[in-house]
């Protein structure tokens, strides 16, 4: 079974950044698991993927939030600096080149950037919503 879930504003993210949250997703078995996404946005747009590198599984800012390259205009991989293309995720350059980020589905519904497809772990006293984001510098 799963939802939709308010990850932050459309607005706490500027545009042609990228930001990292850390969620509590449930796996087939029942069992939380911690999983962590990147979510870009260009503009209106917005992309997700799951933060872990497909060369050594590793999440790819190894400084919080620091996911582009200096061009900001890919993703990269902090440990090994494999470039990824940011519409596809596909790695355009670097050890697991032609390998590929797993997508996050993501939509927008109302300025907020919400996430789909799996059942995360709520805060009950939250009302069903996970946490509001913070405006943090990205
Ligand atoms: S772990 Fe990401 S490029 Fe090696």
């Known amino acids: ?44 747009q917005v992309v ?35 470039l990824f293309d940011l519409g596809t995720g596909l790695c355009v350059d670097g050890p697991c080149r032609g390998a590929g980020l797993e997508p996050v589905a993501l939509s927008l519904e109302e300025g907020d950037i919400c996430i789909t497809g799996v059942t995360l772990v709520e805060d009950e006293e939250l009302d069903g919503d996970l946490p509001p984001c913070e405006a943090e510098g990205v």
């Not at 060369?55 to 494999?82: I, S, Y």
Request: net charge positive; proline share 5%; charged share 30%.
């Open 1 to 44: 079974m799963s939802a939709t879930y308010v990850l932050c504003r459309l607005d706490d993210i500027p545009s042609r950044k990228a930001r990292g949250f850390q969620l509590l997703r449930v796996d087939d078995e029942g069992e939380h698991r911690p999983w962590g996404i990147i979510v870009i946005r260009w503009g209106r």
């Open 48 to 82: 997700g993927y799951v933060n872990r590198c497909p060369h050594n599984g590793v999440h790819l800012d190894w400084e919080r939030n620091q996911f582009l390259d200096p061009d900001g205009t890919r993703l990269m991989c902090g440990k090994h600096g494999a």
